[in-house]
């Protein structure tokens, strides 16, 4: 099935009009959701919300209509009340953020508008990962456009009701991400997650209540208050309303973002939207949800794309990024890939993910270059073990989980390479010899040495 | 940029936010820019003057993040994403032929202080890999036969 036979949501309108420009938002209906929102009660904008149960985009897929009724009421707090949007799109296989900014930048500001206003908030923050800068350039000229028209800041569309939005640039740290580190990155410190409690919608930025929300999650907004959460929720499956836009990658033969409904299967998406494998080639495994989540193995393909049924399946639905991968790839190798990327991205403040990401990537490499045994493959799933839950943050678990799955979906393939001595695939793979920025740092710290 | 026009370029950006500190970030970008590209003693100084903060603290902040150079780089900064997605469509070949082209390895900085070549963690263009940030340009579905005209795009471009 052609995704154009699905209605889209977040990114409606942008194949036929140029939606960057507001006098074209406007044709296909852009901001008239602000305008209705802001003739209406904060709370019954709140509990359309709350009806459409959009579960959160970035990969946690916590009801977003539940997460804004944490936050204080302005009469409950004197401190200000902060919207911060999550543009810090990292996810290895996640490209979906990217594209919603890069065509769809007004809906985006329109949606940021109508939460910061549920929320009773006159403030907020676009923190947009610092690798974006085409993207970032887009909304900050969209953003100027819906300045300059009177949607952003004093008297918005008429109204008595005041919000700034501010565009902030990360600088290349995938931990910021994380809520927390977000906000810590967005306070001028390094970008580190706090500990849980307290939670951002009690005291987050500037120890101000603070709800925190993907790119994705807010560009469903004014679908939802246009035409009601009711409506919304008829989308999709049970337990997975709506649509997704899900970021197909890796072995297909046509990569892009799509926008499906949620309960599509991956056969849909990887063979009848993606085209299939390229060059005669067979699946072997896919990532369903970006590189954090367990991997499937190719007769998986069947799988629903919506929370339960990928859970059922071993995975999560997590970002929606899809990585199909080819006959041609050696497990050990993707394991390694996978695990010098966190290891790359730790943060450094807990010692289960900032040692174990250590662990990883050595055991993986020695078992890589056939110098492995038995007892340290029992060791790489051991060491997963005492990552698992025992992180500060999320990005422990990101980084155990995948190795933990590749290790029990494809232990033969690590047998191989124990009891050969060597990579089976020889230099055959199609991740042989793959640098990261890891074994980059790797070889200089070794040339030094030699030069020294 | 002079001292003074990069101190008031700073109390601008710092201005937008409620907390001063906060434009530590955008403050750091303002000075690699100011100062070829990387940041030197005398940017983190301009920083903290402009801040009100310690050079050290904003050498800290500057070290956690990848986009902030902390020895000289390149005129020209070439950066391929190896991880997973372009991993899988030959990123590795790709990468070689940069190495090739410019006669170094990645990690490097050509002798004449063109280019510096470096491998980077995922961009976001997974579906369209190999993507390689040219200058923080997306360069996407780079095979190794289009590297020697990306690299003459650059050498001629303005900078």
Redesign the interface.
């Given at each position: 099935m052609p995704s154009t036979e699905f209605e889209q949501i977040v990114l409606a309108g942008a194949d036929d009009h140029d939606l960057t420009k507001l006098s074209e938002y406007e044709k296909v209906g852009g901001y008239q959701s602000l305008r209705k929102a802001l003739g209406m009660e904060r709370q019954a904008v709140l509990d359309e919300l709350i009806t459409a149960s959009v579960r959160g985009r970035g990969g946690a897929g916590f009801p977003s209509g539940r997460k804004a009724s944490f936050v204080p009421k302005p009469e409950q707090t004197t401190k200000?009340i902060y919207l911060t949007i999550n543009a810090d799109?990292?996810?290895?296989?996640?490209?979906k953020?990217?594209e919603i900014m890069a065509r769809v930048p007004h809906r985006l500001i329109e949606g940021a508008l109508i939460t910061a206003y549920t929320i009773g908030s006159n403030?907020v923050f676009i923190y947009i990962?610092?690798?974006?800068?085409?993207e970032y350039e887009i909304v900050k000229a969209a953003l100027d456009e819906a300045r300059d028209r009177g949607l952003v800041g004093a008297n918005i569309a008429g109204s008595s009701w005041n919000c700034t939005i501010?565009l902030?640039?990360?600088?290349?740290?995938?931990i910021c991400g994380e809520e927390t580190a977000l906000l810590e990155?967005?306070?001028?410190?390094?970008?580190?997650p706090r500990s849980k409690p307290p939670f951002p919608a009690i005291a987050g930025l500037?120890a101000a209540p603070t709800l925190i929300n993907n790119v994705e999650t807010i560009a469903t907004v004014p679908a939802v208050i246009a035409r009601g959460g009711a409506w919304y929720a008829t989308l999709g499956v049970e337990n997975a309303n709506g649509t997704r836009v899900f970021?197909?990658?890796?072995?297909v033969v046509n990569?892009?973002?799509y926008e499906l409904p949620l309960g599509t299967s991956l056969r849909e998406v990887i063979y009848d939207i993606g085209g299939g494998i390229p060059n005669g080639r067979t699946l072997k495994a896919i990532?369903p949800g970006g590189?954090s989540t367990p991997i499937l193995r190719a007769d998986q393909i069947d799988t629903a794309l919506d929370y339960d049924s990928v859970a059922a399946g071993g995975s999560m639905l997590g970002s929606g990024?899809i990585?199909a991968?080819?006959d041609r790839?050696c497990m050990v190798q993707?394991a390694l890939?996978?695990a010098s990327?966190y290891q790359?991205?730790s943060?450094g403040k807990c010692t289960p993910c900032r040692e174990g990401t250590r662990w990883l990537v050595s055991l993986i490499t020695k078992i890589e270059a056939g110098q492995g045994s038995n007892a340290d493959l029992d060791l790489l799933v051991d060491v997963c073990g005492r990552i698992m839950g025992r992180s500060l943050c999320p990005l422990g678990d990101a980084a155990a989980m995948p190795i933990s799955s590749y290790v029990e979906r494809f232990r033969e393939e690590f047998q191989a390479h124990i009891d050969q001595g060597c990579c089976p695939y020889g230099d055959q793979s199609?991740?042989?010899?793959?640098?990261?920025?890891v074994q980059?740092?790797a070889?200089?710290h070794r040339q030094l040495a030699v030069i020294a | 940029m002079s001292e003074t026009a990069l101190y008031l370029a700073i109390q601008d950006v710092a201005a937008q936010y409620p907390q001063r500190r906060s434009a530590v970030l955008p403050a750091l970008r303002l000075a690699q820019e100011a100062h070829g590209g990387w940041l030197p003693a005398e940017a983190f100084r301009a920083v903290a003057d402009a801040l009100e903060l310690t050079p050290a603290y904003c050498k800290s902040v500057a070290s956690f993040y990848d986009m902030f150079q902390l020895a000289p780089v390149g005129t020209h900064m070439i950066e391929v994403c190896t991880n997973i997605s372009c991993a899988l469509v030959g990123a590795q070949a790709t990468l070689e032929a940069f190495e090739s082209e410019l006669g170094i390895r990645a990690g490097e900085t050509t002798p004449d202080g063109a280019f510096t070549l470096r491998t980077i963690e995922c961009l976001g263009g997974c579906g369209w890999g190999t993507v390689v940030s040219c200058d923080h340009r997306y360069k996407q579905h780079v095979k190794p036969a289009d590297v020697p005209a990306l690299i003459e795009e650059l050498r001629h471009a303005e900078h």
């Open positions: 200000p799109e990292s996810e290895p296989g996640t490209f953020d990217r403030a990962r610092g690798e974006y800068l085409t501010v902030h640039r990360g600088a290349g740290a995938y990155s967005l306070e001028g410190k390094r970008g580190q500037y970021s197909l990658s890796g072995n990569g892009g973002n990532i590189s990024g990585i991968i080819d790839a993707v890939r996978v990327f790359h991205e943060c199609s991740l042989d010899g793959i640098l990261g920025p980059q740092a070889r200089m | -």
